[in-house]
């Protein structure tokens, strides 16, 4: 069974968490931290033979094609974090589909193929947001991994189909791989990445991921490069968003080395090949 490993390519100051304290003007100017999480990063998916997706933000793939460049001459696959984290909601239909456009512009200028995958800033494809699905149709992606199918205050669709399954658009299919859940009390937790992969304890991500295989179906996994990087600066921000941002920064690295470990994780891509859901002409 190939699971699905993702990296959203963003430095630590572009996290929603922390939007806040940056402002987007400001961007150009902080030192950037991304060669940290991405060195480390690569370093294990190399040791233990493993391959990822890494859904890169336009804006980095800007100002860093040579890490564009670096994922894919190491077998991964580049795919589209949008340009400029933006939520969904904040850009609506048309905006959405130029900031596609100028994500895929940044990522072939760096060399990379077409993209033929999305994840959204912060899960923010939603009930609301549907439309989405229509415009990354019509741009010729075939899957997204936007959708999180859990109960959350701000993202979060709690009763989409937590495997793969198909959306239909007046544009054409597409297929939607949401990040991995745990069903238990009646409702799906989020096992799959990020906060929780550093909240829980990595039993459970691991009993998660075993339990999705013994039900034949591949569990998806995000994590960020800034969450493999314990020395980034401080940043002046309330109590409950430093917690979020830097609980056990320090465990990311072994924890994922223990998963890769014990599954066998490859890019969203292979993964929904070999599951089926897309073509067999698009592995690499
Ligand atoms: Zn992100």
Redesign the pocket.
């Known amino acids: 069974m190939l699971h699905a490993l993702s990296f959203?390519v963003?430095e630590y100051f572009?996290?929603?968490n922390l939007r806040h304290a940056f402002a987007r003007e400001d961007w150009g100017s902080v030192e950037s931290r991304l060669a940290v999480g991405m060195e480390r990063i690569l370093g294990a998916l190399e040791r233990h033979d493993a391959h990822a997706t890494f859904f890169f933000?336009g804006w980095i793939a800007e100002q860093h094609p040579d890490w564009v460049r670096r994922c894919l001459d190491d077998g991964h696959e580049v795919a589209s974090?949008g340009y400029e984290?933006e939520f969904l909601w904040d850009l609506g239909p048309e905006r959405f589909e130029e900031d596609l456009a100028r994500t895929e512009g940044a990522l072939e200028v760096a060399g990379a193929p077409r993209p033929i995958g999305f994840?959204a800033?912060?899960f923010t494809l939603t009930r609301k947001t549907w439309w989405a699905f229509e415009t990354l149709a019509r741009r010729g992606y075939l899957y997204d991994s936007s959708v999180h199918p859990v109960r959350h205050p701000v993202y979060g669709v709690p009763d989409f189909e937590p495997g793969i399954s198909t959306v239909s658009t007046p544009e054409g299919p597409l297929v939607e791989f949401p990040v991995a859940t745990w069903r238990a009390f009646g409702r799906n937790w989020p096992v799959g990445g990020g906060g929780y992969f550093r909240l829980l304890p990595l039993a459970v991500t691991r009993r998660a991921f075993a339990r999705l295989e013994s039900a034949g179906r591949p569990g998806g996994l995000y994590l960020?490069p800034w969450e493999f990087d314990p020395e980034q600066p401080r940043v002046p921000a309330p109590w409950s968003s430093t917690f979020r941002h830097r609980l056990n920064l320090s465990r990311s690295l072994p924890r994922l080395e223990a998963l890769l470990a014990r599954f066998r994780f490859g890019s969203f891509r292979d993964a929904l090949v070999e599951a089926g859901a897309l073509p067999r002409e698009l592995t690499r």
Do not use: I, M
């Open positions: 959203d963003e572009q996290v929603a933000l974090h984290h994840r800033s912060t960020h």
